[in-house]
């Protein structure tokens, strides 16, 4: 069975940083290109950032260029996503979601969830 | 970015009878490969997304098949043939044909 499990989410003061972590189990984490996508009451849901399955190319929204870093440690099964700069604007509930395995087969399976707020 | 526009925002139906929520994007969804890259996406309350539909009208696997999807280029839509209370939630239609992937708004499916 596929799982994903988010954790690092918390309440960062604007300006501030934060590490997520995403642990996959129950596929080869290594043959799947995996994503992070946000989700907020107000803009509903937005897509963050993609990771290719040696973790070469990765691709970000334009709204969290030269802040986030997407990474991945094929080792440890692991999926990260490094947030620097982090506005209030950044406060969601973050999901990792893994592919299916082929081109644009984004987001088949999602994990539960992180939840991150940016406020002093 | 390709903006993705569903209707209705709030759909209301009785059990056992049909729904359908439709979404169009202001452009085209179809690759030169042929496939047209749409996806629904469901959310059940208090739960993760969970994609039903890819490339338009392809079932993920476990998804019932009172679960259709239909449409090309622009236009798209999700059908159920027999809403069930487990349908309960907000579906998403999500295009992965250009970068940035967007979202639709969410439709609100509810029991009358």
């Known amino acids: 069975e596929v799982q994903l499990v988010e954790s690092g989410g918390g309440l960062v003061q604007p300006g501030g940083s934060l590490r997520l972590s995403c642990a996959a189990s129950?596929?080869?984490?290594?043959?799947?290109?995996m994503s992070w996508v946000r989700q907020t009451p107000g803009k509903g849901l937005e897509w963050v950032a993609n990771l290719n399955e040696d973790g070469s190319a990765q691709y970000y929204v334009d709204s969290v260029k030269g802040r986030f870093t997407v990474s991945r440690d094929n080792a440890r099964n692991s999926l990260y996503l490094q947030m620097d700069s982090l506005r209030a604007e950044d406060t969601a509930v973050y999901y990792c979601a893994r592919d299916s395995g082929w081109s644009r087969g984004y987001a088949q399976y999602w994990g539960q969830g992180t939840l991150v707020t940016v406020s002093s | 970015d390709v903006v993705m526009t569903q209707s209705p925002l709030s759909l209301p139906v009785t059990l056992g009878q049909p729904a359908s929520i439709s979404c169009r994007s202001s452009q085209s969804l179809v690759d030169s490969d042929g496939n047209t890259y749409l996806s629904w996406i469901q959310q059940r309350p208090g739960q993760s997304p969970r994609r039903l539909i890819y490339?338009?009208?392809d079932r993920d696997s476990g998804v019932p098949d009172r679960f259709s999807g239909s449409g090309s280029g622009t236009d798209f839509t999700l059908r159920i043939s027999r809403v069930e209370a487990e349908d309960v939630g907000i579906y998403y239609c999500m295009q992965v044909m250009h970068w940035p992937p967007t979202f639709g708004q969410g439709t609100k499916l509810e029991i009358k």
């Open positions: 490339k338009a009208s």
């Open positions: 129950g596929f080869t984490f290594t043959n799947f290109w």
